[in-house]
């Protein structure tokens, strides 16, 4: 049963501060180098843009997800590489830990697509919103 006001999934929102919580545990990494591990993750139409990521960093950092610190470079503009603090690492495993629950919902309604669509070209074009 749910408590008041909880949800049985994260909000989108949510899920694209855990999959930049799963990134920077890898590795530590400035903006620029998040959007590209982002852009490589999300299909095309949900590609975030440079200032969504710096607005979800700056609002990590703010609530003591994320720590920064300047990384100088000669001759190059100096980044702010971002880490993931011990608050942060308490996120990503629930997180990843309701994933883990979920995951064989998911699996099995993949079966279920490739038994019953198999592999539909255009479902890739379709949106929730059409």
Request: aromatic content about 8%; glycine content about 6%.
């Amino acid at each position: 049963m749910l408590e008041k006001g909880s949800s049985p999934h994260p909000p989108r929102q949510m899920r694209f501060k855990l999959l930049i919580l799963w990134i920077l545990h890898q590795q530590p990494l400035h903006g620029y180098g998040i959007l590209k591990k982002l852009e490589a993750l999300s299909p095309a139409s949900r590609k975030p843009t440079s200032g969504v990521i710096y607005t979800t960093l700056r609002r990590m950092e703010e609530h003591s997800v994320l720590t920064s610190e300047w990384e100088e470079k000669k001759g190059k503009k100096d980044r702010r590489i971002y880490h993931v603090t011990d608050k942060g690492e308490k996120l990503l495993k629930r997180g990843l830990l309701w994933l883990k629950k979920r995951i064989h919902v998911v699996q099995e309604m993949i079966k279920y697509y490739d038994r019953v669509f198999g592999e539909d070209a255009n479902a890739e074009s379709l949106s929730w919103e059409d």
